[in-house]
Nanobody, 118 residues
Framework: QVQLVESGGGLVQAGGSLRLSCAAS????????VGWYRQAPGQQRELVAV???????EYTDSVKGRFTISRDNAKNTVSLQMNSLKPEDTAVYYC????????????WGQGTQVTVSS
């Protein structure tokens, strides 16, 4: 089974940038959507950004214009460029991949901490 490993988290001041990367142990080309979710303490996990195989992207409203998601099926990677970071972006960020055929498979990484100081 394909495994996802995130990297790139850390501590940054408000207004700064980070780039998260997710490396898959196998091919992600058959996963229709890949993306990033986040979970802040005491809150539910929420979608940050996803990208489908046809290039369609979706972002949660709070990160539109600041975050950019990309996928590279040849390298089996998913990246999230985060600019103009805010303290409310502080959370554990999880990589996610979903395929629907021949049956549904949902993959999660172990998470990477992003902390934005004010």
């Amino acid at each position: 089974q394909v495994q996802l490993v995130e990297s790139g988290g850390g501590l940054v001041q408000a207004g700064g940038s980070l780039r998260l990367s997710c490396a898959a142990s196998g091919s992600i080309s058959q996963y229709r959507t890949v993306g990033w979710y986040r979970q802040a303490p005491g809150q539910q996990r929420e979608l940050v950004a996803v990208v489908s195989n046809n290039g369609y992207t979706e972002y949660t409203d709070s990160v539109k214009g600041r975050f950019t998601i990309s996928r590279d099926n040849a390298k089996n990677t998913v990246s999230l460029q985060m600019n103009s970071l805010k303290p409310e972006d502080t959370a554990v960020y999880y990589c996610n991949a979903i395929r629907f055929a021949p049956y549904t498979i949902t993959l999660w990484g172990q998470g990477t901490q992003v902390t934005v100081s004010s």
